[in-house]
């Protein structure tokens, strides 16, 4: 198994394309819908549209994930043998 090597400048040209899409955007529209999806999550609701919003909030992939593991947590297989 030979592990994926990152060239180091692709990695510095990402962690910066990030910062500016976090400076750019409207956080408090982004922690709204945030707020949004977990309560859905919660509940029975479905969660697809408040990801949607979300993400045209400009939230990042992650943020959303973690906002659905800190309602539903993480999934850890049973051991069946």
Do not use: H, S
């Not at 962690?15 to 982004?30: I, K, T, Y």
């Not at 992650?62 to 309602?71: F, I, P």
Request: net charge negative; aromatic share 6%.
């Amino acid at each position: 198994y030979e592990p994926l090597r990152v060239d180091p400048a692709i990695e510095a040209q990402q962690a910066e394309r990030l910062a500016n899409l976090r400076a750019g955007r409207d956080q408090q529209a982004v922690d709204a819908a945030l707020t949004a999806l977990k309560k859905a999550a919660e509940g029975e609701d479905n969660v697809l549209y408040p990801m949607k919003d979300a993400l045209e909030a400009r939230a990042t992939v992650g943020e959303v994930c973690n906002a659905l593991r800190e309602v539903w947590g993480t999934y850890v297989p049973t051991d069946a043998f």
